[in-house]
């Protein structure tokens, strides 16, 4: 087909690799069709020409992460977000990646896919990427279609989500019964992972995260929603070695990539034990909602820990609290000690707690509280007289530590 031609492309086809085949014929050169996310939605069969990327990316029915990665970094994806011309891709040869020309699919103010244009023996011209640009136009109705269809079945599956993290579906049966109609097949174990936002996630927000998610190929999720400022994902950790190392991995990754790619900080990431009955996702997103909690009210000494079972001591808390409340138990060391601080308007409670969060390491104890090592001996001696605390005790210590953490958590 003469690439002349006014416009080759207002013609009705029945599906996408059709049309990938009359792209190639009229550019001749290997086409790739892909989805706003990189899933492949469709090539070219009549070429065999092609390049180590569009290899991997026909065999996983999307493209590599590794190649998604370097085509942010070097600048492609976003100028393909912003543009409706084509855009030109250099040769990447560490990444498998020949010279090509990409070009954005739009439907109004959003982009639905991705066309590429692999120049392997060829430079396309003025006048080809013309053409590009109409089969680009001529694809998005195709493409729109193919969207609504998909936004319905994550409608569909949020609603499912939210059976599930609130307790609605008890019984396996209904539970794997939806998962079947969903066409998701659920994982061995699970893990629920909460990101917490600054504020609501905005719509904007939601398609990055969404890009972000369904690009990710190191953690598979199977199902997510969006909570006001919370985005809830539930993560397959079947078939992993070390699945609390990959999880913090996918926690901070995810992160880094926000505020990386979109300017999006102030992110919390959490995820809960791992489970294997889906009956208790709504105990594991409980689980998460107390890490967050926890994380908020001790911020420092809980920043790089990511899940519940990192909490330790403190998702003991309320069951501690509770006993306290009726015993209406009070720690007299701690009383004192208090009292001192209110009548002298010293900080004999705060040296307390650095120094045993310091596992009672006098440099680092006294380096963190900006004195020197001797004067936070004699604020020790002064601590052992007057709240009678003997520091070679470690019930002793131990008992102090916990109820400094518990006040903080009551915010006293």
């Given amino acids: 087909m003469n690439a002349k031609q006014q416009d080759p492309f207002k013609t009705s086809f029945e599906s996408l690799d059709e049309f990938a085949d009359l792209i190639s014929q009229v550019l001749m050169c290997p086409i790739t069709i892909e989805d706003a996310n990189h899933r492949l939605l469709a090539y070219s069969t009549h ?32 100028a393909l977000l912003k543009t409706q011309e084509p855009i030109r891709v250099k040769n990447m040869n560490d990444i498998g990646l020949n010279h090509r020309v990409a070009i954005s699919i739009w439907k109004q103010d959003e982009v639905l896919g991705f066309i590429w244009a692999i120049e392997i023996d060829k430079r396309l011209s003025d006048e080809e990427l013309d053409l590009l640009k109409k089969a680009a136009d001529a694809v998005k109705n195709k493409l729109l279609q193919l969207q609504t269809r998909k936004n319905k079945k994550e409608e569909h599956s949020q609603e499912f989500f939210w059976k599930l993290l609130t307790g609605h579906l008890k019984g396996e049966k209904e539970i794997f019964e939806n998962f079947q109609s969903l066409q998701i097949t659920p994982s061995l174990s699970f893990a629920v992972v909460v990101y917490q936002f600054r504020q609501n996630i ?50 901070q990754g995810f992160v880094w990539k926000m505020n990386e790619r979109y300017g999006i900080t102030d992110i919390t990431p959490v995820y809960s034990s791992i489970y294997k009955d889906y009956q208790l996702i709504g105990k594991a997103y409980k689980e998460t909602l107390e890490v967050l909690s926890i994380k908020e009210k001790f911020p420092i000494e809980t920043k790089d820990i990511f899940n519940y079972q990192g909490l330790g001591i403190y998702q003991l808390f309320e069951v501690i609290l509770e006993k306290r409340r009726d015993q209406e138990y009070e720690n007299n060391s701690l009383k004192r000690l208090h009292d001192y601080d209110k009548k002298h308007n010293s900080n004999l409670v705060e040296t307390l707690e650095v120094f045993l969060n310091q596992d009672n390491n006098i440099n680092d104890a006294a380096r963190e509280l900006n004195v020197h090592a001797n004067t936070l001996n004699y604020r020790l001696k002064r601590i052992a007289e007057i709240g009678e605390v003997n520091f070679k005790d470690p019930n002793q210590k131990m008992i102090l530590y916990l109820d400094l953490k518990l006040e903080k958590y009551q915010g006293i």
């Fill in 47 to 78: 070429d065999e020409r092609t390049d180590p990327a569009r290899i991997s990316t026909i065999i996983g029915r999307r493209v590599p992460e590794k190649v998604i990665n370097q085509l942010w970094k070097e600048g492609t994806i976003p």
């Fill in 202 to 251: 905005t719509s904007k927000e939601e398609q990055s995260i969404s890009y972000l998610l369904k690009t990710s190929q190191r953690i598979k999720f199977m199902l997510y929603t969006i909570d006001c400022n919370q985005l809830i994902l539930l993560v397959s950790t079947a078939n992993i070695d070390d699945p609390f190392h990959e999880l913090d991995h996918f926690a």
